[in-house]
């Protein structure tokens, strides 16, 4: 696991589902499926990866395939710092 | 406006005034002007007064003739003029002028069936001697609020629960399953309450109480029957302005001032400018304005209050007003909430209190009855989108939805797209227009302890939703269908209750409705849906029915609906790092293991981010505030609950 997938389902785990465990976080999962985040929550998620990776989330990079999932997360930020 | 209490013992069993007294010392904030009982063997009916009409005479509770029908009675009837006219043709004696005593001879009249004659907003329990029965009746769309409860010493009612749980065998315990409603619809179900063993009475249904045998009948219900009587547009807007007219001018009727708030939007606005247009001269108008822009709408208010000329007064409330009023906004809610909206009505009321007004007219209902949410435009969106769902045109009228909300309006398109999306299944769904807003408040059940959610394993809410739907709702168009869902689960157990009569009673103040004459509602579900939303125009047919009354800014203005901050308001300092102290008290790990609904480990996390001020989305928000009112609900009212106030 990389050292941005690590970070990131720490994140997850800890803000946005509250330690609950129990719910299943594959790669691929979608976060609005699952109802990990809400319409209004993409906007916390952009927060955290630009303070914690240090990468700036521009406009047209919001949309789904880059943020809507762990896999899809990890590619965006690697690719963002390459 | 008042406050009812009583009970109805075994036979040869008799009421102790003590008990009767402490139930309606509960509800002593619904009428601070006079109590009254009536005892008589194992019966005892109870009245706190707000005295508005007949102030002199209309002392409850109240008797016929020859004191065989007693009356305990909150609310008004607003058509009461006209009843008590017939009545006296009847041969109807009266002793005062007072609306309550119209129900009693009516009551004579027609027993149980006078219900059908009432224009009005009302609770009341009839104690007929002569039948042994106790006959209680709720107005048709829940204005009033009403409970009651059957226990090992008789059967209980009152006006609010708290006047219930004074009594000793009543259990003062949370029902996981109301719990579970209100994190699903933000609303119980009725007859179901947060409070085990505690029933609602349903708008628009009656209790008969006859001999220990206890009936619950509907009398009037909802229906929709758009092609029934199907009106063009002009005779729409005519029939409507008519109906509305006299549903304010029957609703001016008192022996002391009515004002009216003034909230900046439609609504409200065209309420005032029907009170205007009805020749009176001096109107005063209250608002809130909020010191966060985000929902300030104070320039419309003043906006509004020039253009009709009222004399106006507003509360600025900031967001530590919110954090600091929320303890008791919820001892007066009885319930868990999801937002912190109820919080600025209680101030408001609180104002117009010192104002020295007793009654304002608002304009409740309107959203529901004429079609005016958002709710409704983001389903018929995303069924037009549905029937094409690779359509690249189609989802862009997904702009036009929630223009208030800044952190849906920052979303890309295919976001957008994304959080819209249509499930296939969700197209034939009863429920289609309310499944997003359910989905999503369904996720704040995470929170939920271990023993909670066993507890919940064989229930499902969306099952109990559906057993309640009426026979006839398959016949319905789709948006007469999310209308009623609206008009029947959110508006009783929300909008008129929670941010409604328990807001403006909590300072002795009376809401009255005009939108909520049933004669308004009965002709709007006569109209087409097009009538009510041209294409995406909300609430088409009131803006052009009023017209020019009010000003054009605010009849073309994108419908901001009534909101208030959550999280942020229980910032100590309004800063980030502290909150209230009562926050880290009831959200403690030692407060919520006590309590018993909640993970202590989850909530943990969620007042960590709510201190760092983290908290952005909707659903942490609605998680934060339903948690907490909750732990505020264990806490006041079983905990720490009082004996008497």
Not at chain 1, 3 to 19: A, M, Q, V
Not at chain 2, 492 to 498: C, D, E, V, W
Not at chain 2, 601 to 627: H, T
Request: proline fraction near 5%; aromatic fraction near 10%; hydrophobic fraction near 40%.
């Amino acid at each position: 696991m990389s050292s941005i997938e690590t970070e990131l389902r720490k994140y997850i785990l800890d803000k946005l589902l509250f330690g609950r465990t129990e719910v299943a976080l594959s790669g691929d999962a979608s976060f609005l499926e699952s109802g990990i985040i809400d319409s209004t929550g993409v906007l916390e998620l952009v927060s955290f990866l630009e303070e914690q990776f240090q990468v700036k989330v521009e406009d047209e990079d919001l949309i789904p395939a880059n943020l809507d999932s762990i896999n899809a997360i990890v590619r965006y930020v690697e690719k963002k710092r390459k | 406006m008042c406050g009812i209490a009583g009970i109805v013992k075994r036979p040869s069993v008799a009421v102790e005034k003590p008990l009767l007294q402490r139930m309606i010392g509960m509800v002593n904030h619904r009428g601070p002007d006079a109590v009254g009982f009536h005892l008589s063997g194992s019966v005892g009916l109870a009245h706190a007064r707000l005295s508005i009409i007949d102030v002199g005479g209309g002392h409850q509770p109240m008797h016929n003739e020859d004191k065989t029908v007693w009356i305990t009675f909150n609310g008004e009837i607003f058509n009461y003029v006209e009843l008590r006219e017939d009545l006296i043709k009847k041969g109807h004696r009266f002793q005062t002028q007072s609306d309550t005593e119209v129900i009693v001879h009516l009551y004579e009249e027609k027993g149980e069936e006078c219900v059908h004659d009432l224009n009005g907003q009302w609770a009341f329990a009839i104690w007929d001697s002569r039948r042994e029965r106790l006959f209680l009746s709720r107005d048709r769309l829940g204005v009033r609020p009403l409970f009651y409860a059957q226990t090992p010493e008789g059967f209980v009612f009152g006006s609010e629960i708290k006047s219930l749980l004074v009594v000793p065998s009543v259990p003062r315990a949370i029902d996981r399953q109301a719990l579970d409603e209100l994190f699903t619809f933000w609303v119980t179900l009725p007859p179901r309450t947060i409070f085990e063993g505690v029933s609602e009475l349903p708008p628009g249904h009656s209790i008969i109480l006859e001999h220990g045998d206890l009936q619950v009948k509907p009398y009037w219900t909802l229906d929709y029957n758009p092609s029934k009587g199907l009106m063009q547009e002009e005779e729409a807007r005519e029939g409507l302005l008519e109906l509305l007219l006299d549903a304010v001018r029957i609703r001016l009727r008192a022996d002391v001032p009515v004002g009216a708030y003034l909230s900046g939007g439609l609504d409200s606005t065209v309420i005032a400018a029907l009170v205007k247009k009805l020749g009176t001269t001096h109107l005063k108008t209250f608002s809130i304005a909020f010191e966060d822009k985000e929902f300030d709408e104070s320039s419309f208010q003043n906006e509004a209050s020039q253009f009709l000329g009222t004399d106006h007064q507003g509360v600025i409330c900031s967001s530590q007003d919110i954090g600091r009023a929320f303890p008791e906004v919820i001892w007066h809610t009885e319930k868990p909430v999801l937002r912190t909206a109820p919080a600025p009505l209680f101030l408001l009321s609180k104002l117009v209190r010192e104002q020295g007004y007793k009654v304002v007219l608002t304009g409740e209902g309107s959203d529901e009855i004429l079609g005016g949410y958002d709710i409704f435009k983001e389903a018929k969106i995303r069924r037009f989108w549905a029937k094409y769902p690779d359509s690249k045109f189609r989802p862009v009228l997904l702009r036009r939805l929630y223009p208030y909300m800044k952190n849906i309006q920052s979303q890309s398109d295919a976001y957008l797209r994304a959080f819209f999306h249509v499930r296939k299944e969700d197209v034939e769904s009863p429920f289609f227009s309310h499944l997003p807003r359910w989905d999503m408040t369904s996720k704040l059940k995470v929170f939920y302890s271990k023993a909670t959610a066993d507890s919940l394993k064989s229930c499902d809410a969306m099952q109990t939703i559906e057993g309640l739907l009426p026979s006839r709702y398959g016949q319905w168009d789709h948006f007469s269908q999310s209308q009623y869902l609206e008009a029947a689960h959110l508006l009783p157990g929300y909008i008129l209750s929670s941010q409604g009569d328990r807001m403006a009673m909590a300072h002795s103040i009376e809401g009255r409705f005009p939108f909520l004459d049933y004669r308004v509602v009965e002709f709007a579900s006569r109209l087409s849906p097009q009538l009510k939303m041209k294409v995406l125009n909300e609430k088409y047919l009131l803006k052009a029915a009023i017209g020019d009354m009010i000003p054009r800014s605010i009849r073309n203005r994108h419908k901001q609906p009534y909101r208030a901050p959550d999280s942020q308001s229980f910032l100590a300092g309004g800063k980030a790092g502290k909150l209230f102290e009562y926050v880290e008290e009831l959200l403690a790990p030692r407060a919520i293991q006590e309590g018993g609904m909640f993970d202590a480990g989850a909530v943990g996390k969620l007042l960590e981010k709510a201190r760092q001020g983290q908290i952005v989305s909707m659903k942490d928000n609605m998680a934060l505030v339903g948690v907490l009112s909750t732990q505020v609900v264990i806490d006041r009212f079983i905990t720490n609950f009082p004996r008497s106030v």
